[in-house]
């Protein structure tokens, strides 16, 4: 026994009993101490254990670390929509392995990500953050992921475990599911990354499932740990658990944020007085023991030595990652790549400062951010590249940065700021560069929350151009708004009533004055800001911007200059979107119409020259009305920092856009959208497994771009299709004139089933690249789990016996039947 225990130490893996010994070395007491975070995002060292402080931080598309600081930045990536617009683990894979370098940069041991939750509605608010409608595809992505971060030794946390497909009344929401329905579509994604790459973490969501609660659900100890035997420890969301003696007899292992937590000392209590056993709780430290073993958090175990990535590198591949994910939808005549372009027109809200992330946890703040119209400035050196805004998709005021602030002693960009105590004597301050602030804990070193009674920032804001101008400051507390020195606005500013948390840190209510200044004119902004407790968690949200913009013109009249800069012009660029009202952690969407006028922008835009590239920079579905009209339509999702050069290298076509779709976008007056209101607290997903592709061709509706379509810059032909067992054999040839890649994908079908299922489902796909007049013939091997279906009645997984029918094509909506298996 001691050589086999040897032996896994010596891999360094933790052997159980040398964990055991570690926990008994622990009173009750600090044993659940260690079961509750200290601190919005750490848990505190326990030397007697071996047990080094250990970190966790958001999210999907960069790690934030533990503070929300421009000066701490964070390489930001595509939107997980993006990354599975790729269809390509290979390279997801990659990017989760820079993330685990940029985790290990900033002192991070578990990313939380990523998430695996499903797209059942186009109008959820976390659409972006998620992968995709089609639990294959979602699990195949996410496992590549995972096996990425997890190879430089940084934990991944999968969440949010499970059906969490909505942001309305998400705190509570009983969400009721068949069991056929949420095994073969909300936890398959889950089974498959447990499977193919082991994730170190789980994070229980915070709504219900059939009436309990995920931070109390049986699923975590009979299926999670149990069924799929995952050695994984198991976290809840952030203020989702809510029960002491429910939870902790449950498959929770840890409760975050902390210290404060419904286990602490009412957990102690209920050990002793035997309602809930020990041994319970040792069992949750042997997961979070073997979990700080596997991240170098275990005294004797260094863990897997991270392999650095440059900024240079990591720009390389954020800026190929975007690309890859580009889906080009149509491209009539040709219009791109763009040729001979001596002039072009550069319009749109989203032009000059494109979107690159969605609102919430999956936000961070970059070194930079490469925008669309500088770099289509800087790829086309020979042509005069004009810009107009278009149309305003926003009334809010954006975030003052840059050359608009200026440090109060004029020392260079930026603002200056200071936290009072309550007497006002300044306790410390900072020069940052950005008007966007959260702080979840200690302001600065020694510095803790309590001292501080107010925020103050100072900057001058120097005109552009003569006009009115709006300031001010956002908020969920008493905001006080100074113009050179005198106070203009005093207000207590509240969120709307039944507003999520999230929405007083991403969305919050504006305090807003006005103010003529002419071209060169200057003026001293200082703002002042309180917090107030959240009603539901009681916490304390530290989080405040400074705002400011300058003159801008009607959208009559900016959507006129902007039509006058495309007729002008060889061709136009429109490049619209949503915004942080839209798509967001806290909120649904309640249209999936492009805010503002600008589906009056695009027509209008397109009249004026039909050589006009529609991009669209919205992570979730979205209507096209003038579809039709468009020649060329590029869907970018939110593509991280590198959005402008990706743009650049697309539309110039230094590389191919390589996107397909992985999720159903909808045509005006035919949107499939199940349930996300509840009703009485609970939503009902009655559609059962017919969600996304598989709605859509139950009723027959054609939607505007279906699942798995992407175009190229070159043209494909899959031919002699045939099935041999249960492979798929087909030959890929790229009959165009350049090098691309293309997703061959296999669907299976059961016409004459005597269960009832989809109209056809993913089975497999695989990604290919080919240069000029290549022709391979490459073979899909078919999962058994495409065959099979839940049966309720056993609990377990079966297969009806007959035939499938197989089907290979380029995307749900261009299929060709390839031949059958029996089963």
């Known amino acids: ?117 499903l797209h059942r509605t186009p109008v959820g608010g976390r659409h972006f953050e998620c992968y995709s409608e089609d639990p294959l595809l979602t699990g195949a992505i996410g496992a590549a992921w995972v096996r990425g971060v997890q190879g430089q030794g940084v934990g991944t946390c999968v969440k949010h475990f499970v059906a969490n497909d909505q942001e309305t009344e998400r ?31 789980y994070m229980a969501a915070y709504n219900k499932v059939n009436g309990t609660s995920m931070t109390e659900s049986p699923l975590l100890d009979d299926v999670l740990k149990g069924e799929w035997a995952s050695d994984a420890l198991v976290m809840s969301d952030w203020f989702a658990t809510r029960s002491t003696e429910e939870s902790a007899n449950a498959g929770l292992d840890l ?5 404060d937590s419904p286990w602490g000392q009412a957990l102690v209590d209920a050990v002793r007085a035997g309602r809930v056993d020990e041994a319970k709780i040792d069992e949750k430290l042997l997961r979070l023991f073997r979990l700080a073993a596997r991240t170098g958090k275990l005294e004797g175990f260094d863990g897997t030595e991270a392999q ?22 149509k491209n009539d005549d040709d219009v791109l790549p763009l040729r001979d372009v001596t002039s072009l027109a550069v319009v749109g809200p989203n032009a000059v400062r494109g979107r690159i992330a969605g609102g919430g946890s999956a936000s961070v703040m970059p070194k930079h951010v490469v925008h669309p119209a500088e770099a289509l400035t800087a790829a086309l050196p020979d042509a005069t590249v004009r810009t107009a805004l278009g149309a305003r998709s926003t009334e809010r005021v954006g975030i003052l940065e840059g050359s608009a602030a200026q440090l109060p002693d004029g020392s260079g960009s930026g603002m200056l700021v200071e936290f009072p105590d309550a007497d006002g004597a300044v306790l410390a301050s900072e020069q940052r560069r950005i008007g966007q602030f959260v702080w979840m804990g200690d302001f600065a070193p020694g510095i803790p929350a309590d001292r501080v009674a107010t925020v103050r920032t100072t900057t001058r804001v ?90 801008h013109g009607t959208d009559d009249e900016e959507i006129a200059a902007a039509v006058e800069l495309a007729r002008s012009s060889d061709a136009a660029v429109v490049v619209v979107g949503t915004t942080e009202e839209v798509e967001s952690e806290g909120y649904d969407r309640e249209s999936l119409a492009l805010p503002g006028r600008q589906d009056e922008l695009v027509e209008a835009v397109i009249e004026a020259n039909p050589n006009t590239v529609v991009v669209v920079n919205a992570g979730a579905p979205v209507l096209m009305p003038w579809l039709e009209k468009a020649k060329a339509v590029l869907l970018v999702w939110f593509p991280g920092q590198q959005m402008g050069a990706a743009l650049a290298d697309v539309l110039t076509g230094a590389v191919e856009p390589g996107g397909h779709m992985p999720t159903t976008w909808p045509a005006e007056g035919a949107i499939v959208q199940p349930q996300n209101i509840p ?90 690249a080919l240069g000029p007049g290549e022709t391979r013939r490459i073979e899909i091997p078919i999962p058994d789990r495409a065959f099979e279906h839940w049966d309720s009645d056993a609990h377990a997984w079966a297969v009806e016996p007959g035939e499938f029918t197989v089907e290979v094509g380029a995307s749900v909506a261009d299929r060709t039947r390839a031949g059958f298996v029996r089963r």
């Open 1 to 117: 026994m001691t050589d086999l225990l040897d032996e896994q130490e010596s891999r360094n893996q933790p052997s159980e009993a040398s964990l055991r010994e570690r926990i008994a070395r622990l009173i009750l007491e600090e044993k659940v101490r260690l079961l509750t975070g200290s601190s919005f995002w750490s848990i505190e060292a326990e030397p007697k254990a071996g047990f080094r402080r250990f970190v966790v931080s958001d999210g999907p598309v960069g790690v934030r670390g533990e503070t929300w600081d421009d000066r701490d930045w964070s390489a930001n990536g595509p939107s997980p929509t993006a990354i599975a617009a790729t269809w390509d683990p290979e390279l997801v894979e990659r990017i989760g392995h820079a993330m685990g370098a940029e985790a290990r940069r900033k002192g991070v041991d578990v990313i939380l990500a990523p998430t695996v939750n």
């Open 255 to 259: 409760v975050m944020p902390g210290p």
């Open 679 to 768: 009703a009485d607290g609970t939503v009902r997903y009655d559609e059962g497994l017919d969600i996304g592709y598989k709605a859509y061709l139950r009723r027959g509706i054609e939607p505007a771009v279906p699942f798995g379509h992407g175009l190229g810059y070159t043209t494909w032909r899959l031919s002699e299709a045939e099935v041999r067992g249960e492979t798929v054999s087909v030959s890929v040839t790229n009959s165009g004139d350049r090098a691309g890649a293309q997703v061959v994908q296999v669907y299976v079908s059961r016409p004459d089933s005597a269960v009832e299922r989809p109209a056809a489902w993913l089975a497999a796909f695989a990604k290919v």
């Open 308 to 329: 650095p990535v440059s900024e240079e590198q990591m720009d390389g591949l954020l800026r190929e990652a975007a690309a890859a994910g580009f889906v080009l939808v």
């Open 462 to 551: 120097t005109a552009r151009d003569s006009g009115t101008h709006r300031l001010g400051a956002s908020g969920v507390g008493h905001i006080t708004v100074a113009l050179d020195g005198e106070v203009v606005a005093d207000e207590n500013v509240r969120l709307r009533e039944g507003a999520d948390i999230v929405e007083g840190l991403m969305l919050p209510p504006q305090l807003l004055v006005e103010r003529e200044l002419g071209e060169g004119e200057s003026v001293l902004l200082t703002t002042t800001f309180s917090a107030v407790a959240d009603p539901v968690t009681g916490a304390h949200f530290w989080a405040t911007l400074v705002n400011g913009e300058g003159p």
């Open 171 to 201: 705190m509570g929401v009983d969400n009721i599911v068949d069991e056929r329905t949420l095994r073969e579509l909300y936890l398959a994604p889950f089974e498959r990354i447990e499977r193919e790459a082991q994730p170190w973490s």
